[in-house]
């Protein structure tokens, strides 16, 4: 399920190829996201569409020969001045007369050719590795001959024409297992993978083996020094497929800012969304000239009011029970203390209900429990594949999260299973700026039977980057608590050569016991329950209640149709269906 979905799609011609395109947002500003080298469609963009067009009108591109748009068979198609032209021709057919370019690698250089014929038509341009030609030599584990037809179907030798006819898979697979090499990159890695898949290869050799615009170093070089529009380059220094030797020369002929990355990975805006997605926003902004704010406050911190934010987990009505209860004992703790909740449907109308304040910002999130009721399967739901396939929607909501308290200075952040700003927070530990308590009632991943070697794998590499994010970052979470007894905790391992769940969290949590929002006290006497309901003293009552997500609904109507051979074997048994607001079972008695 995609965090956001096109406010505006289609396709434009050119010279009879038709280029699909995609626009999100709304605003004056705007931000053109280039086709990446179609090895992969715009859906790439994915982890930057959602929180850049909550700010500009991002419009995406699927290059030729892969998304939406057509295949041409004319080698010529695919020279780099087409694609250059084909952004122009999108631009005009959504009415974007002036845009920020933002171009990853083939696509930071055809980006640049807009620049350069179309001055008038672009505000800046922001370049992720680019691949500008002739600018450097050729990397030596790259220099293998394109058209040599007996070269061995192996490391970089595989980059080659004969070789994809007669195993492309398997140039895909050893191409993006070689460039996106960062620690714990195994869904970036799937999802290049089965793009990269879909990928037209002879389209690919096409625009391999076509004439640059340019025709030797002298006039690259000559390009970019004329270049009008404001630059800015993000490129990692060990870049396996485009050396970083290659950005820094961009940056220097067209006297544009540099972003040195210590990591190595060909793709930084899939791994490190947060940063890059940051710094194409200030980038964007500051070349084209967004007025900023003219009328602003600042209150001394010793004269704020005690604020919290709350954010709590959509997914299950349990969450807001037990945060509705930590928030009232709060209250009493600090009965001047504010409390904002970040939160989405349904937890957002239930606080409403509550009296409880919603942030605006709320009305921003992509909806979590919309995506897991899209994985069920009936009454199946695999839980960790749900949240390996929520990625972009995790990093959306970061986004908003990360806005918000950019803006918004609070005294404590509460995450109840928010699962993007634990783990967004540890990757970019310089963003948070307030004590932070981390609140859930299960640790680490542990593989289904049926995944076999390949799901055992990847759960342990998961709580393996858990692990090692808590060892290196100790205190970024100043709280964490188990919300239950350290006796629920699995006796499993992490993983191979991991440690103990039992043992390390109970290392790294503190346990609150159940959270319930009501004294035991309250239910413990049985028959005045029974008097209270209208349930005979000695009448046998089951009482049947399942998880709020959409798998709840499948599983209530096997329980509800199992009653009539239940009655057969407990005579007089009442059964007792209790329901939430996302499953249409009508709340009613069995008898």
């Known amino acids: 399920m995609r965090a956001r979905q096109p406010d505006e799609e289609g396709l434009v011609e050119r010279g009879g190829v038709k280029i699909g395109y995609e626009v999100f947002g709304a605003g004056p500003q705007a931000v053109v996201l280039a086709p990446y080298w179609p090895i992969v469609p715009s859906r790439a963009w994915k982890m930057q569409v959602p929180y850049l067009a909550r700010h500009f009108r991002v419009v995406t591109i699927d290059g030729r020969a892969h998304g939406r748009s057509d295949h041409p068979t004319d080698p010529a198609a695919y020279r780099d001045i087409e694609f250059a032209e084909d952004i122009v021709g999108v631009m005009d057919a959504v009415g974007v007369d002036r845009a920020v370019l933002v171009g990853h690698c083939s696509g930071a250089w055809w980006s640049t050719l807009v620049a350069s014929r179309h001055p008038e038509r672009v505000d800046g341009v922001f370049t992720i590795a680019p691949n500008s030609p002739y600018l450097t030599r050729t990397p030596e584990h790259q220099r293998h001959d394109f058209l040599a037809e007996h070269l061995a179907d192996e490391g970089w030798a595989r980059y080659n024409r004969h070789s994809w006819r007669r195993d492309f898979p398997g140039f895909i697979d050893f191409y993006f297992r070689t460039l996106l090499y960062d620690p714990h990159s195994s869904k970036l890695i799937e999802d290049a993978i089965g793009w990269g898949n879909d990928a037209d290869f002879e389209a690919l050799a096409h625009i391999t083996l076509q004439p640059r615009t340019v025709a030797n170093a002298d006039e690259s070089a000559a390009l970019l020094r004329e270049l009008a529009a404001p630059t800015f380059t993000v490129h990692g220094l060990d870049d396996l497929c485009t050396p970083y030797e290659r950005g820094e020369r961009y940056s220097e002929l067209t006297g544009g800012q540099l972003m040195t990355l210590s990591t190595g990975g060909h793709l930084p805006q899939a791994r490190h969304p947060v940063p890059v997605n940051r710094w194409i926003r200030e980038f964007a902004e500051h ?117 918000l308290v950019d803006n918004d200075p609070y005294d404590l ?21 307030a004590p932070y308590a981390w609140l859930t009632d299960f640790v680490g991943w542990l593989p289904m039977p049926d995944g076999g070697p390949a799901e055992a794998a990847l759960t342990a590499d998961y709580n393996a980057e858990m692990i090692e994010q808590i060892a290196r970052f100790p205190r970024l979470r100043d709280r964490s608590l188990f919300v239950g007894d350290a006796e629920d905790i699995v006796p499993d391992s992490f993983g191979a050569d991991l440690p103990s769940i039992r043992t390390w969290t109970r290392e790294h949590f503190a346990f609150t016991g159940y959270i319930t929002g009501f004294p035991s006290s309250e239910i413990a006497d049985r028959a005045a329950l029974r008097e209270e309901f209208g349930w005979a003293p000695d009448e046998p009552v089951c009482i049947v209640t399942v998880g709020g997500t959409g798998v709840g609904e499948h599983l209530m109507h096997r329980i509800l149709a199992a009653y009539p051979r239940a009655a057969e074997l407990v005579p007089g048994l009442r059964m007792v269906v209790v329901t939430g607001p996302r499953n249409e079972v009508a709340p009613r008695m069995w008898k």
């Open 287 to 403: 070349v084209s000239g967004v007025p900023g704010k003219t009328t602003r406050r600042w209150t001394r911190p010793m004269d704020r009011k005690r604020r919290v934010l709350f954010v709590s987990s959509p997914i299950g009505l349990g969450h807001t029970r037990r945060d509705l209860a930590i928030a009232a004992e709060l209250r009493k703790l600090r009965p001047d203390v504010t409390v904002d909740w970040l939160a989405q449907s349904p937890v957002a109308e239930a606080l409403v209900r509550r009296g409880e304040r919603v942030h605006p910002a709320s009305a921003y999130l992509s909806s979590e429990a919309a995506h897991w009721e899209d994985e069920a399967d009936e009454h199946d739901l695999h839980a960790f594949q749900s949240l390996r396939r929520m990625d972009e929607i995790l990093m959306a909501n970061f986004g908003v999260f990360s806005d």
């Open 413 to 433: 952040w509460i995450g109840d299973e928010a699962w993007e700003v634990d783990y967004y927070l540890h990757e970019n530990p310089e963003l948070k700026r």
